[in-house]
């Protein structure tokens, strides 16, 4: 791959920006989001093709919000700026953005003004197009030298262009799939204004890691912590055609994975001929949790009770130099604390690992990948079906899905119906058309009749949504029956339970997981 072929994403704080990152790739471009914050002195030294702004919550007419340099803006860089990113760059080189009395929030249709290399090859229907907005601002003023390309009833000015600097502005957000042909759009200018050549592909990214290991650890150990999810197989898969016997798994069972989770993960790696050794703290773990029912404070000593485990067990493995982590890339841009817009949202995923007092070099070989590119990489790698396709399980596991105190008791409940709605998800061909689904064991209890005997049981929750990227996701509307027959199980097979109820409430307001 060529160091200029990749495309700069500088990130305003967008609840976007992860999915124009995806896209570029996507359209077979390596792609890489950066604080908005980042120096132009930087950017030049990273040498991208071209360069996107993406949006953001602040408004250009206040002094205090991030702007576009305009050192950046002359460095002959390509820029596109989506929404706020238009708006900077008008605001930087003299035009006008006001706030607008009629805001633009969903679908809009906006017209070709004049001819722009963004909408070659672009249908209009009846000169219109459909697209995304999501905006108050907006540019009543293009700067001097720049033409209007594109309109809408609301926004004069919906995009805009200077061929000579070669910077664009949208208004509407292409990355979003809701923008008919925006996908286009963003290819228009990734090869045809910044001569992009196709580098991103599997075999491409594989040979790359590969090489890219066998270079840093040359005949040196590594040690991997595998929890059996995607991200930690692939990277054991990849470890192992890397360096082949220097890998060390160590697959913790803190006591609170799903059930038959532990003799799966144990007998398929062993099948795999990979070295993966188990430890047994489920006791200690649960003796740590014991009378605790703050979710963050249960996160918090799942997570140190884990790296003192892990740090235990690899003191008894010797000549070990490299600890290896399945880090992802929105692990990275979730976790980043460099830049005012960015929050920590996993408050149990410490990127950049275990405590330095380990005194071992980190490698994470899959750290600027995509969940779906590690789920292409993993099946190119041979990666069992069974694990690729798993659901997303959290790390501090079933932890956080028993509200309340953690006990052996509520998580033999929560495994056994857990397992139910699985296999019944299974059963019906159901489970690889949703994103993720699982059981909730809730803090109260509830009347219930078995026979002629009243109970006053547990209550569980049912969970399972549909999402492209986990920013978002919708609540999935399984057939009733289903549902119907899935609590029936549940209350008929486990005796403590008196009650099943199902998640209908997407994300935002709420989010994925309960805790």
Not at 234 to 250: D, F, S, W, Y
Not at 257 to 284: H, K, N, P, Q, Y
Not at 365 to 376: A, G, M, S, T
Request: net charge negative.
């Amino acid at each position: 791959m060529k160091s200029s072929d990749k495309i700069l994403i500088l990130d305003y704080g967008s609840q976007y920006t992860q999915l124009i990152a995806r896209r570029v790739r996507e359209i077979g471009i390596f792609s890489k989001v950066k604080p908005s914050s980042i120096s132009t002195e930087k950017i030049i030294e990273m040498n991208p093709s071209g360069i996107i702004l993406s949006g953001g919550p602040e408004t250009v007419t206040v002094n205090s919000s991030q702007k576009v340099s305009k050192s950046l803006l002359e460095a002959d860089i390509p820029i596109l700026g989506i929404c706020y990113g238009m708006q900077t760059i008008a605001n930087e080189l003299g035009g006008s953005v006001v706030n607008s009395d009629v805001r633009e929030f969903g679908h809009a249709e906006i017209s070709n003004v004049n001819q722009s290399v963004l909408f070659d090859e672009i249908s209009f229907d009846s000169n219109n197009l459909d697209v995304w907005m999501s905006h108050g601002d907006k540019v009543v003023l293009p700067p001097d030298n720049f033409e209007i390309i594109a309109s809408s009833k609301n926004c004069k000015v919906a995009g805009f262009q200077n061929l000579d600097s070669n910077i664009f502005g949208l208004q509407f957000h292409p990355e979003v799939t809701h923008t008919n042909q925006g996908k286009k759009i963003l290819s228009n200018f990734i090869f045809k204004v910044c001569s992009c050549s196709k580098n991103w592909s599997t075999s491409d990214i594989i040979n790359s890691m590969v090489s890219d290991v066998k270079n840093k650890v040359k005949n040196e150990k590594v040690l991997l912590g595998l929890s059996g999810g995607v991200d930690s197989s692939v990277v054991a898969m990849l470890l192992q055609k890397a360096i082949g016997n220097n890998l060390i798994c160590i697959f913790v069972n803190h006591g609170l994975l799903r059930l038959g989770e532990v003799d799966e993960v144990m007998s398929t790696f062993e099948a795999l001929d990979i070295d993966i050794r188990l430890v047994d703290a489920s006791e200690l773990f649960l003796s740590n949790l014991s009378g605790i029912t703050n979710p963050e404070k249960k996160r918090k000593i799942i997570g140190n009770t884990f790296i003192d485990v892990f740090e235990n067990e690899a003191k008894k493995i010797k000549d070990v130099d490299w600890l290896a982590q399945g880090t992802i890339y929105p692990d990275v841009i979730e976790s980043s604390s460099d830049d005012h817009n960015s929050s920590v949202i996993k408050s149990h995923h410490n990127v950049g690992g275990l405590p330095e007092r380990m005194n071992l070099k980190l490698l994470e070989p899959i750290r600027e990948l995509f969940k779906d590119e590690v789920r292409k990489i993993g099946a190119e790698l041979d990666t069992p079906e069974h694990i690729l396709q798993r659901h997303p399980f959290p790390g501090p596991g079933l932890g956080i899905r028993v509200m309340g105190e953690i006990t052996q008791e509520r998580i033999d409940i929560l495994q056994k119906a857990d397992k139910i709605f699985i296999d019944e998800l299974k059963a019906e061909k159901l489970y690889n058309s949703l994103s993720q689904a699982f059981v909730v064991y809730l803090p109260i209890k509830s009347v219930g009749v078995v026979g002629d005997e009243r109970r006053y049981e547990d209550v569980l929750a049912l969970r399972a949504v549909e999402t492209v990227d986990f920013m978002t996701a919708n609540w999935a509307h399984l057939p009733y029956d289903f549902i119907g027959r899935v609590s029936n199980r549940i209350v008929n097979e486990i005796p403590l339970v008196s009650r099943v109820v199902y998640d209908c409430t997407g994300k935002p307001p709420a989010t994925i997981e309960w805790e």
